[in-house]
């Protein structure tokens, strides 16, 4: 019992969850120790606030990562998707549920999704390029084909963005800040998507799939139609994501998507997940996306400049990475320590010069 | 009730142009341990996979349990209790054991949801059957190899299996490992399970089967008992080539001394003392840990001794570092061609000719194409690289014509002492008998030759004399006279 306990705390001290919990956790006491400002009511909710979509966006990474590969096409999946429900709003004077807005969006986004997914799974094709290819076009229809501009949001869209879940107002300063409603759809989608990944054996397929596709295939699993499925679901989701941010922003700007990708990717792949697939956790992926909240949200606190936030974002992404790096060598070399070749590690080293000459 | 549990017969299977099965037929006697033999794409995988419905043959039959089939499903196999043991053992490197185990279980009832306690169960189910001790809850790619194999085995067994097919299960096997999977084989036998083992290497097939079928591109050429079969046959009908492995130390004739090693000593080994001289070829053997590697490694300047001193060609030297092994004559062949060292995806040529860019091309580094063209053909020609063109890639070579491009590149630098670390793991006999002859060549025309190796048969078909090491030191040396698998295997 005892070495099993160990066993576990070594594991959760070396895992990449760990050490971004203690950046974050460093993070957090410096910004505090400097402005005084971290933990103040107001700064946490803004916090949470701001990690919503990104953090939505971050299961669509998420997903494609342990299934196939790199999905880079969920912001204009969200963009589209939301722009079509806030004309469909707009166009028909709808004054109903929120739900329907949202439906709408949900609708288009499984379409879109689907498309990806269609492409990938049946012609295997690489999702980077699928998904980049896609995207474009997504954006073309977009601002080409709708002329997709600044709208203001209709009062059913804007209504729900104003009501909040929690405000608060810090004492000292003055101000305030408030929870949207959205934080709930944030929550309620990643215990969905915990649920399916890890109760269902569809879920586990996903990891699957993601591990070891000709095994997955040769077990009984239907490979197309699962990756088929998760790229759809992620076009869902994605669609989610944008009317959240357009409720949030209280009005739909078709331009503010583009380029959120590559933060988000960055978050996800901070958070531990592989970029081979298979692997990667949803603690890890909300983990990932809190670090790098804090850094576009929070440096402002202690008077770094926006553009340095930039250099910040770059530089973590660098040490996360090579701090997985580094493990999986740690990691490759007590395996090989453990199959009792020893002298495997100096042979390496015989590859390496052979190499360089 | 048919006393055989599988009957193949007439099957022909073609990809494309390549024509993989030419009428083949297998029967399976149930309750044996049965041999399918036969060199590197003779089709052994070919026909495993038209057995459990992965392909469809283009004709011919699979009969199993008495009952036909022209083309077999992947379900119907399963259901007629078909399990193969794959070559990649397909598992999920990224999930537990626990789910490594259960998942096909739950998938094939078409479980919706996953039952924690219940794949438990039928993990513990599956490993108890052979005995197999593991942690349920630790990530099947921080595994051993042979871990993955009975996982993929007990997986098998789980599902109810009648025949069991393992592809080549040994190859990456160490030793201890193989005697361990041929207790389970022995177990699942005593258990009535049929196996159908697929094999290069003859002393396995004594050791655990009981009837042989030999392949050789495509065609049955040979079954018999495994009573009936000798080394010779073995080899013959693999290959269709008689070898005479005597015949190759026939012109064996030892010159000046070109390599000597007096007290030497470094993290591994201990005091090696050893001479080897100009047109010999000197074995060094021991088991896994003995000390081999590493001395071989200290040759090369990739270990550093602390005491003791090399004299290479009567001078003294110092050999800090590979490439001063290179400039002074000395070689070193790796283990394991497919890490170190070849670019599989790079042709033949550039495979051939790394190491000796500096030396064929320009001041400025510009490469000399016709050169290097001319060095690469000499080489695939002399040492007999089976391919169509050398600016083929790697991969498309079969292992043993891998060894010899890695051969060939470093034999390009023209090394007056070469060392070779287990030249012929993996690779069949007729490449391992042209891989012999052509060291025995390559001393004859006054190089020395150290090759460190743990198969018997080569030390005694290839070497003049053998060191056996033991815990770093040398233990023993068998001159050539002496030399006889039977005294050799009490050392090793
Ligand atoms: N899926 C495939 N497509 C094309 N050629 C194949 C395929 N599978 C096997 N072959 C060819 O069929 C021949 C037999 O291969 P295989 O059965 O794998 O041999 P082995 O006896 O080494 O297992 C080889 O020439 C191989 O290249
Ligand atoms: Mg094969």
Known sequence: ?357 | MSENILSVKGVHKSFGGVHALKGVDLTIKKGEVHCLAGENGCGKSTIIKVISGVHKPDSGEVELNGKKYTSITPSEAIEAGVQIIYQDFSVFPNLTVMENLAINKALASKKKFINKKEFRRIAEEAVNKINFKVDLDALVEDLPVADKQLIAISRALLADAKLIIMDEPTTTLTKTEVKRLFEIIEDLKEQGVTILFVSHKLDEVYEICDSITIFRNGENVLSCQVSEMDDEKFAYYMTGRKFDSQNIKQNAKAGDSILEVKNLSAPGFDNVNFNLRKGEVLGISGQLGSGRTELSLALFGLLKPYEGSIVVDGKEVNITSPAKAQELGIALVPEDRLTEGLFLSQSIKRNINVTKLDELSSKLGVMNITALTDESKGWVKNIGVKTKDHEYPVQTLSGGNQQKVVLARWLATNPNVLILNAPTVGVDIGAKHDIHTLLRNLANEGRGIIVVSDDVKELVDVCDRVMVMQQGKIINEIASGDLNADMLSQYI
């Not at chain 1, 070891?212 to 679901?233: C, P, Q, Y």
């Not at chain 1, 990667?280 to 553009?307: A, D, E, Q």
């Not at chain 1, 790096?325 to 395996?335: A, M, R, W």
């Open chain 1, 1 to 357: 019992m005892n070495s099993l306990t160990t066993k576990k705390l070594k594991k959760s001290l070396v895992s990449t969850e760990f050490f971004v919990l203690v950046l974050i956790v460093l993070l957090a006491v410096f910004i505090e120790m400097q402005s005084g400002l971290f933990f103040t009511n107001n700064n946490l909710v803004d916090l949470l606030r701001s990690m919503i979509v990104p953090s939505i966006f971050a299961l669509c990474a998420y997903l494609g990562f342990i299934s196939t590969g790199p999905d880079v096409s969920f912001p204009l999946i969200a963009a589209l998707s939301s722009y079509i429900a806030t004309q469909f709003v707009v166009i028909t004077g709808f004054q109903g549920s929120i739900a329907i807005v949202f439906l709408v969006a949900i609708a288009v986004g499984l379409v879109l999704g689907s498309i990806n997914g269609f492409i990938i799974a049946k012609y295997n094709f690489p999702s980077l390029i699928v998904t980049l290819g896609t995207s474009t076009i997504f954006s073309g229809i977009l601002l080409g084909a709708f002329e997709a501009s600044r709208m203001e949001l209709p009062a059913t869209m804007a209504d729900f963005g104003r009501q909040s879940l929690l405000a608060v107002t810090n004492a000292k300063a003055g101000i305030g800040s408030s929870l949207p409603m959205t934080f709930l759809i944030f929550v309620g989608l990643y215990i969905i998507v915990y649920f399916v990944l890890n109760h269902t054996m569809a879920g586990r397929g996903v990891f699957a799939v993601g591990g070891d596709e000709t095994s997955a295939e040769r077990a009984g699993f239907n490979v197309k139609l699962i990756r088929f499925g998760v790229f759809t679901v992620s076009g869902a989701i994605a669609a989610i994501a944008g009317v959240c941010y357009t409720v949030e922003s209280l009005y739909y700007l078709p331009t503010e998507f583009a380029g959120e990708e590559m933060i988000v990717i960055a978050a996800v792949i901070l958070g531990g997940t592989r970029l081979m697939g298979g692997v990667g956790t949803l603690k890890g992926t909300i983990l990932g996306t809190l670090l790098i909240t804090i850094v576009t949200n929070s440096l402002i606190l202690v008077g770094i400049p926006v553009y340095w936030q930039k250099f910040f974002i770059g530089a973590i992404i660098i040490i996360g990475t090579a701090i997985s790096v580094i493990q999986s060598h740690n990691l490759f070399k007590s395996k090989k320590s453990k199959d009792s070749k020893g002298l495997q590690n100096s042979e390496v080293v015989i590859n390496e010069t052979a190499q360089k000459q």
